[in-house]
């Protein structure tokens, strides 16, 4: 039987990132993420697992990709500034189909903002932060449990899709600590990349099996291919020819969107009998699940949906929520990424409204119980 631990969300996130067996970090200490190296540091070389610091953020996420490329599940952790830094390198890693995990632990901006508190207000970067059309997978924890799990999954995901995925935590969620029990090793599902079953004289590195998903060897396993940051063909190779460059990149959105019903990862409260539904994520989840609790003990039919799934957006969900709630409220530690998100698929089913907070403080359960009562009212 697992024992009870008290767990920090960022020491939650180095526990999942080395039970889905990654065993590469390169990064560059950053406040609210720096625990996230610093355990990778201490675990990762008993384990035979290698921790770089880098010189900056950049070159932290070129070392990931060229351990994944050498057959390493690789990570990097950082916050908001950082993160801007990696978009080229994210942007690479989408169109070299190199399967990597980016944390992203959220904290107030723009530019260095407020560095020791909370905000969330990289949604939008995280999915269009990158130069270029391509899918993004975005995962976000709202406990230490979650930073566990979705830490496994984002790595599952992206050795499964061959893709960057970026998990969004913000300082709250990094900071705080819960008692959790893990599930031990044998209870843990990884998935592993494919890799090529023909000789390497035959291997087309790119060609599509029919999952849209081309099995990955490793550098060195004896396999030749080519990797480049330009649009290219099934060897690999530049091509700027249009019967090679579209089908391409629909291949990059295809494998990732015929799997969309198996990313709608999410929970929901009350939302059976609702007239009002909060969506949120993050820390503002967990203050929106009280804030839901306190208002059905008013006699208020509120329901709540926790996204863990940011990107693809849960649409199938909360186009569920719409059909039978008249109003939708989005609280957010930003000016409203989400809510755009929400509003983006509403297109007139319902009521939309906000609750935003920008001076990088906890959203407290009152502050989200006041505007319920001011819907209500």
Known sequence: MQKAELLQ??????????????????????????????????ELPPLDGTFIQMEDEIASMGAVIGASLAGAKAMTGTSGPGFSLMQ???????????PCV?????RGGPSTGVPTHLAQGDVMQARWGAHGDHPMIVLAPSSVEECFRLTVEAFNLSEKYRTPVVILTDEVIAHMRE??????ADEIKIFDRRKPTQPPEWFVPYRDPGTGVPPMPAFGEGYRYHVSGLV?????????RADEVD???QR???KISRDFDKLQWGEEYYTDDSTLDIVAFGSV???????VKQARERGMKVGLLKLQVLYPFMRRKVTKLMRNSPTILVPEINMGQISREVKRVNQGKCKVETLNKVAHETMTPQEILDKIGEIYA
Not at 88 to 98: G, K, T
Not at 102 to 106: A, E
């Open 9 to 42: 969300g960022n020491d939650a996130c180095v526990r999942g990132a080395l039970a889905a067996g990654c065993r590469f970090f390169a990064g560059y200490p950053i406040t609210p993420a720096s625990e996230i190296a610093h355990g990778m540091a201490r």
């Open 88 to 98: 080229e390198h994210i942007s690479y890693a989408s169109i070299a189909e190199v």
């Open 102 to 106: 980016i944390i992203d632990v959220m």
């Open 179 to 184: 008692k959790v029990i893990l599930p031990s």
């Open 232 to 240: 290219h063909d099934e060897m690999g190779y530049p091509t700027t």
């Open 247 to 249: 089908p391409f990149i």
């Open 252 to 254: 990059l959105f295809h």
């Open 285 to 291: 989840a967990r203050a929106a699940q009280r804030a």
